[in-house]
């Protein structure tokens, strides 16, 4: 079973602008199992450095149902893929956006053949995208975002029956939430996801790029 883990580089200070440079170069060279797959979710103001890491794989943190044009303040997937942006995220419970929006990007994006990772943050939402066919459906309970406590230990019969409602519709699951180590990654594929997104765990490190090499090392 292939799986994935997705880096969100917020926009923390030690990940983002003049920083985010030097913070991606930690993971040049990393040694990655063949069936895993590492992307990094880039914040807006770094997306033009994706090409100069061809090594690495990026996605964007947020996307939008737009073309060239008069979009002020928006871009379009035919903007992030000149850039050599892969794919992005979409309704990250940061950056929540109207249903309307969710499926004119997943219609536009398929059309492209550009995944889309779509967060939700309940079961029944979960199952409701999921019918939109994105790449995969990523579950973030909001109250356990940023924290100590992982969404694989507070409630992993939810993730359970989240994977079965996805599974209806045949699209994956990533986990997210507290989201820290390599036991969270073993217990989300356990309970039936295919990798995990992951913010903190991974960026506000000692040593981020040991941190992730634990967290992808499934014993």
Do not use: W
């Not at 990250?92 to 969710?102: A, K, L, N, Q, T």
């Not at 199952?127 to 790449?135: D, H, T, V």
């Amino acid at each position: 079973m292939n799986k994935t883990a997705i880096i969100n580089l917020k926009h923390y200070q030690v990940s983002s602008g003049n920083r985010c440079e030097s913070f991606l170069s930690k993971f040049i060279g990393m040694d990655t199992p063949s069936d895993t797959r590492i992307i990094f979710a880039l914040n807006p103001i770094d997306l033009r450095i994706a090409k100069g890491f061809p090594e690495l794989n990026f996605y964007a943190q947020h996307i939008y149902p737009v073309d060239f044009g008069a979009s002020t303040g928006q871009y379009s997937i035919e903007s992030l893929m000149d850039l050599g942006i892969g794919g992005s995220l979409l309704n990250h419970s940061e950056m929540r956006v109207p249903e309307s929006h969710i499926a004119d990007t997943l219609d536009k994006a398929k059309s492209m053949d550009f995944p889309v990772v779509v967060c939700a943050d309940s079961s029944g939402e979960a199952e409701k995208y999921s019918a939109l066919g994105p790449e995969y459906i990523a579950y973030e309970p909001p109250e356990l975002i940023g924290g100590n406590v992982s969404v694989t230990s507070a409630k992993p019969e939810i993730i359970q029956s989240v994977v079965e409602r996805c599974a209806r519709n045949s699209v994956p699951v990533l986990v997210g939430a507290g989201v820290k180590n390599n036991n969270d990654m073993k217990k989300s594929l356990e309970l039936g996801a295919r990798g995990v997104l992951v913010a903190s765990g991974i960026v506000l490190s000692n040593d981020p790029l040991a941190s992730l090499t634990s967290l992808i090392e499934i014993l």
